[in-house]
């Protein structure tokens, strides 16, 4: 017996048993979620219509979450507690924000071009994983520094 998503694995006429009907209904619908048709950007098959469909739900869940992060934990958190002035920590998180478009701006089409040229992006998404871990813990040392050094001002050493 072949599998569902093989190609050429047709499975026949169902005899009209509900059974029957629904495996070759699946099976069906299986061969269409993993179908590729047409060509990508570089030339190549273009993803399957089930790797279109999941990277589609990923955006989906994963824009509002960075939204509401940005908007309702991280700024108000930067603008109070970071810089302590809330005139200036507004104005400092819309340069950030200024800045951080043109990077992205200026880098993207290259780096796009260079993860789209190698074929492989796991290595590249390793690598940037690892690059926001450092920064974190970076970020997290000074944090600390900072705070050992307000308690010791507090005690006066």
Same mark, same amino acid.
């Given at each position: ?96 924000? /200024? ?8 880098? $993207?089409? !290259?780096?796009? %071009?260079?993860?789209? *040229?190698?074929? @492989?992006?796991?290595?590249?998404? /390793? ?8 920064? $974190?813990? !970076?970020?997290? %040392?000074?944090?600390? *520094?900072?705070? @050992? ?9």
């Amino acid at each position: 017996m072949k599998s569902s998503t093989e190609p050429g694995a047709a499975l026949g006429q169902p005899d009209g048993d509900p059974t029957e009907t629904a495996v070759a209904d699946a099976a069906g619908f299986s061969q269409w979620l993993n179908a590729r048709d047409g060509a990508s950007a570089t030339g190549e098959l273009s993803a399957s219509r089930l790797g279109q469909v999941s990277w589609a739900m990923f955006e989906w869940a994963r824009n509002p979450y960075i939204l509401v992060v940005w908007i309702f934990l991280f700024s108000p958190y930067f603008v109070n507690s970071v810089v302590a002035d809330p005139v200036r920590g507004q104005g400092l998180a819309g340069l950030i924000q /200024a800045y951080s478009g043109i990077v992205i701006a200026i880098l $993207a089409p !290259f780096l796009g %071009a260079i993860a789209d *040229r190698g074929g @492989r992006r796991k290595p590249w998404i /390793a690598f940037y994983v690892a690059d926001v871990v450092r920064h $974190a813990a !970076f970020e997290r %040392a000074g944090h600390l *520094r900072r705070r @050992r050094a307000d308690r010791g001002r507090q005690r006066g050493l």
